[in-house]
């Protein structure tokens, strides 16, 4: 176990793509045990039982936890892939079909229903601005405008 409960996001606005790139890194063992207690089954992310059906789980759990509403309309996070680093995940996602905006409502419940004490940080990079966002049990959302 770990002191701090923590997990760092990075939100980057690719104008020419039309689309978000998003960035997570996350404790691996944590990850696992919001996983468990969410789903009622045991994951293996980022060991060598680590399955397909882990992955799966993986990929319903990002999409649940981590959402976006770009003016207003819901957009879906893909997750692409994910690498270790030491104890923690890195995930890599986009949102597609992401033209201009004004506004961005971001909702991030990662780990955050399983542990009161997880802090999630976001950094949105866009049109040359730079915000951050804490996200925690008690605050879930938050609207970026641009």
Known sequence: MHKFYMAIFQVNYAPEKKMLQVTSRIFIDDLNQALE??????????????????????????????????NGQTKTVLFLSKEQEGDLLICYGRVADVAKFNSVEITNTVLTHWNSDQQNILHFNAFGDKKTVLFTSSKKTEVLKF
């Not at 293996?44 to 759990?61: P, Q, R, S």
């Open 37 to 70: 207690k969410k789903y009622g089954k045991k994951t293996n992310i980022g060991h060598e039982k680590e399955d397909v059906e882990d992955i799966a789980i993986l990929k319903k759990y990002f999409a649940e936890n981590l959402v976006f509403k770009v």
